[in-house]
């Protein structure tokens, strides 16, 4: 399974799909993924992990995503 960065916090996230998760299609906890690729209402996007993606607003913008950033980071 790859992995990628989350652009809010900077954790380290699962990413489901691929060739690389045929194999691993009877771990259902392996093949879940840590995050998704948003794009936002203002043509922005970002891969976010849950926990940022449960921290913003509805219908965020790439300021809000800002705003989580630096509550996380600090």
């Known amino acids: 399974m790859a992995k990628s960065t989350c652009d809010c ?3 380290r996230v699962a990413i489901s799909g691929g ?3 045929f194999w691993d299609f009877g771990d259902l906890e392996k093949a879940s993924s840590g995050g998704l690729t948003l794009e936002l209402r203002d043509d922005t996007e970002f891969f976010l992990c849950f926990d940022c993606i449960e921290a913003l607003p509805e219908n965020p913008t790439s300021e809000d995503v800002a705003e989580v950033r630096e509550s996380r980071t600090t």
Request: net charge negative; with cysteine.
């Open 9 to 11: 916090c900077g954790d």
């Open 19 to 21: 060739a690389g998760d």
